[in-house]
């Protein structure tokens, strides 16, 4: 302990001394979500005319930091692996860089060279007595950006959790050490309408007592998870630890003796929601945070039986392909998780693969089930993948399905004012 405790004092300093181990060209690797760093994303922000092409690699970016300016890319320019609200109008905007991938495989993509990780930026918690931190907020890709990288920086943060799993950096593998205090950003759940909870009750009653559940964010997962309460011996292996999660716990839904890989652990690889959420993980014996390309590798991940994968889309065509991520040619959100976990759940046995969405867009005025996906549309999930489609107006089971049996069952399911023209569309395409 004490040669360790040595080591972190010898390492401690500002957020600005930190960021002068930078060179230009770098590129940063920082976790998703909330396991950014805001002393030291901030501090490169005011300093970021001092260097040319650095770029921050980042899944999910969740603060508009001062260096998402266009006036500025060419000092430091943001490289998402996935679009969120921060960071959607710069790549929409095309002065930001946007890297095609599977969650799943982006700590491969660092391993074999193919994604600079020159540098790691991390938030992290307090040192515990044998020397670690932990990245429990974000273990994802950035432990194989650690292996690689010639710098890492963390920034220690006492609201952080200490997590078990594959989630540990030792003081011996860090250059700089920052300290901040201030509280770990929260997410709340999202608002549920009627829709929402249509769908969801869809779901939940396709989903048995002793699933492995993967639930994707946003509202109509979580309105998923709120209607299974009263099930029983559920477990989590998923991407993301949110509150939905937390409140099945609470319930005593959520007991994971029933999992098939690891008993009564629950497993995930970033975490993002309120402050009792993070809490709840400190040194929790139940849960582990490990790399993307334990939790999502469809492998790894089917080796539970009966898992239930659950997860957003923006658009749906008669055959089943799933355009998830962009609204025609522009990028909205990115792949994330979402094939890694429909093959896992493909390959389970007894498991299910559920894609979710409103039958329309603005007010009702667009299908989001279509003929073609609109030109451009960035494809996530394949026709080949795709196993149950579910809207407010039922399920479409796809899987072993002809084109027109799809085209059939994906009509019933859209909202009732458009599916006299989807099957005019269908009939020209020869698919009805």
């Known amino acids: 302990m004490q040669a360790a405790q040595q080591m972190y004092e010898d390492k401690l300093c500002d957020p600005f001394a930190a960021i002068a181990l930078l060179r230009d060209g770098d590129t940063i690797v920082v976790p998703t979500g909330v396991g950014e760093p805001p002393s030291l994303l901030g501090a490169l922000s005011e300093a970021r005319r001092q260097f040319q092409g650095i770029r921050v690699a980042q899944i999910l970016a969740m603060r508009k930091f001062g260096y998402f300016d266009q006036e500025t890319a060419h000092h430091v320019r943001h490289a998402a692996l996935f679009f969120?609200?921060?960071?959607?109008?710069?790549?929409?905007?095309?002065?930001?860089?946007?890297?095609?991938?599977?969650?799943?495989?982006?700590?491969?993509?660092?391993?074999?060279?193919?994604?600079?990780?020159?540098?790691?930026?991390?938030?992290?918690?307090?040192?515990?007595?044998?020397?670690?931190?932990?990245?429990?907020?974000?273990?994802?890709?950035?432990?194989?950006?650690?292996?690689?990288?010639?710098?890492?920086?963390?920034?220690?943060?006492?609201?952080?959790?200490?997590?078990?799993?594959?989630?540990?950096?030792?003081?011996?593998?860090?250059?700089?050490?920052?300290?901040?205090?201030?509280?770990?950003?929260?997410?709340?759940?999202?608002?549920?309408?009627?829709?929402?909870?249509?769908?969801?009750?869809?779901?939940?009653?396709?989903?048995?007592?002793?699933?492995?559940?993967?639930?994707?964010?946003?509202?109509?997962?979580?309105?998923?998870?709120?209607?299974?309460?009263?099930?029983?011996?559920?477990?989590?292996?998923?991407?993301?630890?949110?509150?939905?999660?937390?409140?099945?716990?609470?319930?005593?839904?959520?007991?994971?003796?029933?999992?098939?890989?690891?008993?009564?652990?629950?497993?995930?690889?970033?975490?993002?929601?309120?402050?009792?959420?993070?809490?709840?993980?400190?040194?929790?014996?139940?849960?582990?945070?490990h790399p993307s390309n334990f939790t999502n590798d469809p492998y790894i991940a089917g080796q539970n039986d009966k898992l239930m994968s659950i997860n957003a889309s923006l658009q749906v065509d008669l055959l089943g392909q799933c355009g998830s991520e962009s609204i025609g040619h522009l990028p909205y959100s990115g792949t994330g998780g979402q094939v890694d976990f429909v093959r896992a759940a493909n390959r389970s046995r007894g498991g299910k693969s559920f894609i979710v969405l409103p039958a329309t867009a603005k007010d009702g005025t667009i299908s989001r089930i279509v003929p073609t996906l609109a030109p451009g549309t960035h494809a996530t999930t394949s026709k080949n993948d795709v196993n149950y489609v579910v809207t407010e107006f039922g399920v479409a089971q796809l899987r072993g399905k002809s084109a027109k049996e799809r085209a059939q069952a994906l009509i019933a399911i859209a909202h009732p004012d458009f599916r006299a023209e989807l099957r005019a569309a269908a009939n020209k395409m020869c698919v009805f």
């Open 84 to 289: 969120g609200g921060a960071s959607r109008a710069s790549g929409q905007g095309g002065w930001c860089d946007f890297i095609p991938n599977y969650f799943s495989e982006i700590p491969t993509l660092i391993e074999r060279g193919l994604m600079p990780s020159d540098v790691v930026f991390a938030l992290a918690s307090p040192m515990n007595e044998q020397g670690f931190f932990a990245l429990s907020l974000g273990a994802d890709y950035t432990m194989a950006a650690v292996a690689k990288a010639r710098v890492v920086v963390l920034e220690c943060n006492p609201n952080v959790p200490f997590a078990h799993g594959q989630c540990h950096v030792h003081i011996s593998q860090v250059s700089a050490v920052v300290e901040s205090n201030e509280q770990v950003l929260e997410v709340g759940l999202p608002t549920i309408g009627p829709v929402q909870e249509a769908i969801g009750k869809y779901v939940a009653d396709m989903i048995d007592d002793g699933s492995t559940l993967q639930i994707g964010y946003g509202g109509i997962p979580d309105a998923v998870v709120m209607q299974l309460s009263e099930k029983r011996d559920l477990g989590i292996h998923t991407e993301m630890l949110g509150d939905g999660i937390l409140t099945l716990v609470e319930s005593g839904a959520v007991t994971n003796r029933k999992k098939t890989l690891l008993p009564g652990k629950m497993v995930a690889t970033f975490a993002l929601g309120s402050s009792k959420l993070y809490r709840f993980m400190h040194h929790n014996p139940m849960i582990e945070m």
